[in-house]
């Protein structure tokens, strides 16, 4: 055991150097270290020397002062960093993020220039290098540079960082932008003039250097993303101006150069001046979106289609430009006061809408300044010629005669007359009750009229209604007649018709059988020659056939007689022409005479005749007895 603790001796002492080290060596070598995420901020304690002591006015040491020093530590090893003389503070890095800037504020550095709320930018590593800050003459306070999204080892003992979110523009919107530094606005001057290089605001320093004015500016900035010092500009977002269609927009310029007149002498209601100019610009906006600054232009919108105004109590238009009118109220020349409602209808061309409005100022005070009095003036002295029933009377006349007129007075103020209505006239109750009177007696008188006319014609019904209930007999009557004469004239042209008919056919059958005789004397004609010619040629060939075979027969004959003889030929021949009719060579009967004689062959054929003819003799005799008696 002993032996163990004996080798073991070593241990502690390596147990506490290793735990103490981190003791030790800040302690007696002054060792210090900074993380990879952090920098070490230095307090310097005291100095030894007189002569290291901070100016007046400074609270950063940049020369090795006692106090925060303006190096900070980045991450590392540092020796000679002795704790009884620096104090060291781990502070994290600053991290701007995405969305967002950081503004800068300085504690310490030279003063501001007069008139001026932001520091100018100095080279200094984007606020890493506080000593390059105060060596360059940094200001001090707010500074017109920046931090972009990102991550810097920023001394928080000189600067303090704010955070705060960039500028988005949103669609349809123009950003209006107030300046708060710069050089300030001329006289007369209500917003600054346009200077170009510092990219829509985001780059102070050259907007001032290119003598950018302090305030309201004319220019505005368009939908987008933006890295806007809110120390340097105010922006506001509003809409764009939208110009319906069937509109224009005059713009009145207030800021611009002075513009000179383009109406020349004919015009004296105020300047008419080109695209920038200070004034009324001569070309309108046509209809869409524009980005407008609404605080150094003011845009009137004018309708260039027709426009109707309406002078009744009861009735107003969208545009509610006539919503101040009424109906108008006129007396006649008899003394009686009615009412009467009118509708005008203008038209203000494109290129006329801006004398208008440097006229009138807008579209409002065109109506109550020109048209409510014209209108209502000229009914009221046109009532005044006559009484109320011409007035009713010559409606149509008047609401010619009043287009006219205004038409004539409108081209004067650059607008187009385009029509003018008379509506409802409402005449006094007591001139109405009398009219009403005197109507009804009309009506009375007219009805008594017809009451009479319709006796009248009751009394010509009746009469015309007895003869109509005749009437049926009559053209019975009438209607029987004309049946039967027109049967009558029916049968005769039916009488006629046949005779004709039947000529016609007669006539028609004789030539039919005219031609039909001739033709068939023509084909007999024809035929007997045909049948005589045939008949010569047949007998022609007969009689040649007939000889031929004669002839033959004879030559024949001749030769068989000299060959035979004659009456052995003769004997041969009756033979064949018996043989030829069935009659036997041999007779069944024989007849001879006395003493066996006999004429031969003659003597046969009369025993065979007489043979035939008792033959019939017996068959009659064998079919009477059947017919006439039963047999026995």
Avoid at 24 to 39: A, E, K, N, S, T
Avoid at 359 to 373: A, C, D, I, T
Avoid at 444 to 452: A, G, L, S, W
Wanted: charged content about 25%; proline content about 5%.
């Amino acid at each position: 055991m002993a032996d163990l603790i004996f080798s073991l001796w070593w241990v502690v002492p390596v147990l506490v150097i290793l735990v103490a080290y981190k003791f030790v060596l800040r302690v007696f070598f002054g060792m210090v270290i900074v993380p990879d995420d952090r920098i070490g901020l230095v307090v310097k304690k005291y100095v030894l020397a007189r002569d290291k002591r901070l100016p007046d006015g400074r609270i950063i040491a940049i020369h090795g002062e006692a106090g925060m020093q303006a190096k900070a530590l980045a991450p590392g090893l540092y020796w000679s960093m002795w704790p009884w003389q620096y104090s060291i503070t781990m502070e994290p890095f600053t991290i701007v993020p995405q969305g967002k800037l950081g503004l800068v504020k300085a504690r310490d550095g030279a003063p501001m220039d007069t008139g001026r709320v932001l520091g100018k930018p100095v080279d200094c590593d984007k606020f890493q290098d506080t000593v390059g800050f105060l060596e360059h003459n940094g200001q001090k306070g707010p500074q017109a540079a920046f931090l972009t999204p990102g991550s810097y080892r920023i001394n928080t003992f000189m600067f303090e960082v704010e955070m705060v979110p960039i500028t988005q523009i949103q669609e349809n919107k123009v950003g209006i932008v107030t300046t708060l530094d710069g050089e300030p606005l001329e006289k007369g001057e209500i917003a600054g003039m346009s200077v170009a290089g510092h990219k829509n605001y985001q780059d102070p320093m050259a907007f001032i250097n290119a003598g950018g004015r302090k305030g309201l500016q004319e220019d505005v900035i368009l939908a987008g993303t933006y890295y806007l010092n809110p120390w340097f500009v105010i922006v506001e977002q509003v809409s764009m101006v939208y110009i319906p269609i069937g509109y224009v927009g005059v713009v009145n310029s207030f800021v611009g150069p002075e513009g000179k007149d383009t109406t020349g002498d004919t015009f004296k209601h105020g300047n008419i001046v080109k695209h920038g100019d200070k004034g009324v610009w001569e070309q309108p906006l046509d209809p869409g979106k524009h980005p407008v600054n609404i605080y150094t232009h003011a845009v009137e919108v004018v309708p260039t289609t027709n426009i109707v105004l309406n002078w009744a109590d009861s009735r107003t238009e969208a545009h509610e430009l006539d919503k101040n009118l009424c109906t108008i109220t006129v007396r006649s020349s008899d003394g009686f006061t009615f009412n009467l409602d009118v509708s005008q209808i203008i038209h203000i061309p494109r290129n006329e809408a801006p004398k208008v409005i440097a006229r009138f100022g807008n579209m409002k005070n065109l109506v109550s300044q020109v048209l409510e009095p014209t209108i209502a003036n000229y009914f009221r002295n046109s009532a005044q010629k006559s009484d109320v029933i011409e007035f009713l009377a010559n409606r149509v006349q008047r609401q010619e005669d009043a287009k006219s007129h205004i038409s004539k007075v409108l081209d004067d103020y650059n607008v187009v007359g385009v029509d003018t209505l008379i509506g409802d006239i409402t005449p006094p109750a007591a001139l109405m009750k009398t009219l009403t009177d005197r109507k009804l007696a009309e009506q009375e008188k007219i009805t008594y009229e017809i009451q009479r006319n319709a006796q009248i014609e009751r009394k010509e019904f009746e009469s015309a209604k007895a003869g109509a209930d005749m009437q049926p007999e009559v053209v019975k009557s009438t209607r029987q007649v004309e049946i039967n004469t027109q049967m009558a004239a029916s049968k005769v042209a039916a009488s006629k018709g046949e005779a004709e008919a039947k000529t016609i056919n007669a006539k028609a059958d004789a030539e039919v059988r005219t031609i039909i005789a001739k033709a068939d004397a023509e084909a007999k004609t024809v035929n007997a020659k045909a049948d005589a010619n045939a008949t010569e040629v047949n007998g022609v060939a007969e009689a040649a056939k007939i000889k031929a075979i004669g002839l033959s027969e004879a030559e024949v004959t001749k030769q068989k007689t000299e060959a035979m003889g004659t009456e052995q030929y003769a004997i041969v021949r009756v033979a064949e022409a018996l043989a030829a009719h069935g009659i036997k060579l041999v007779p069944e009967i024989l007849v001879s005479g006395k003493d066996g004689g006999g004429n031969g062959i003659i003597d046969a054929l009369i025993g065979n005749e007489m043979l035939k003819k008792l033959q019939n003799a017996n068959d009659i005799i064998e079919v009477k007895p059947a017919e006439d008696k039963p047999a026995k």
